[in-house]
């Protein structure tokens, strides 16, 4: 799991930086199906179907991380139906049952938001690559919450000057002269 949230990182072609990319869409991916998977195994639990108060709870929640998912806006916590959460230094603390499934539901928009500004930047990449854009280039490009937002174009014979020291001198040797 990638922790980093800001990171500026060199590539030297766009084929890495889309390779880069591509992983990290499947990472995103195979951790938005392990959190479907819990979400749905406890939405199925006996124990909450039976209780209609926390099914609509959770239907509700589901939709209105939706609506917030697609007007791309960061969700309040006063929109959604919540649990009980106290306030703890900077966490926010629920012993509640629906707890669980709420921040399931959070995560699981949040990577879905992900995986789709990935996509794109992704096709955007395909798209320089078709333009041929640089061969000769160092891409140095910022991401941030791991999403590649901006790069930087540099010449690589500069780098490569840089990163390589050579030492080149000239010998000269007189033979003695005989008589």
């Not at 591509?22 to 995103?28: G, L, M, S, T």
């Not at 639990?45 to 939706?66: F, G, I």
């Not at 926010?92 to 938001?113: H, R, T, V």
């Amino acid at each position: 799991m990638d922790y980093l949230s800001t990171e500026i990182r060199t590539f030297y072609s766009l084929k890495e930086i889309r390779e880069s990319v591509e992983d990290a869409i499947n990472q995103h991916k195979s951790l938005l199906d392990d959190y479907s998977q819990w979400l749905g195994t406890l939405l199925r639990n006996p124990e909450s179907s039976k209780n209609q108060e926390w099914m609509k709870k959770a239907a509700e929640l589901q939709k209105a991380l939706k609506a917030g998912g697609r007007r791309g806006k960061k969700e309040e916590k006063t929109a959604a139906p919540s649990t009980e959460w106290v306030q703890f230094k900077d966490l926010m603390l629920s012993a509640d049952d629906f707890g669980e499934a709420e921040i399931l539901f959070e995560a699981i928009e949040d990577l879905k938001n992900k995986i789709e500004k990935l996509q794109k930047v992704k096709d955007s990449l395909g798209d320089l690559e078709r333009y041929g854009l640089g061969k000769e280039l160092l891409y140095v490009a910022y991401i941030h919450d791991g999403v590649l937002e901006k790069i930087v174009l540099r010449p690589k014979k500069n780098v490569e000057a840089a990163e390589k020291f050579e030492f080149e001198a000239d010998f000269s040797i007189t033979k003695p002269v005989q008589t």
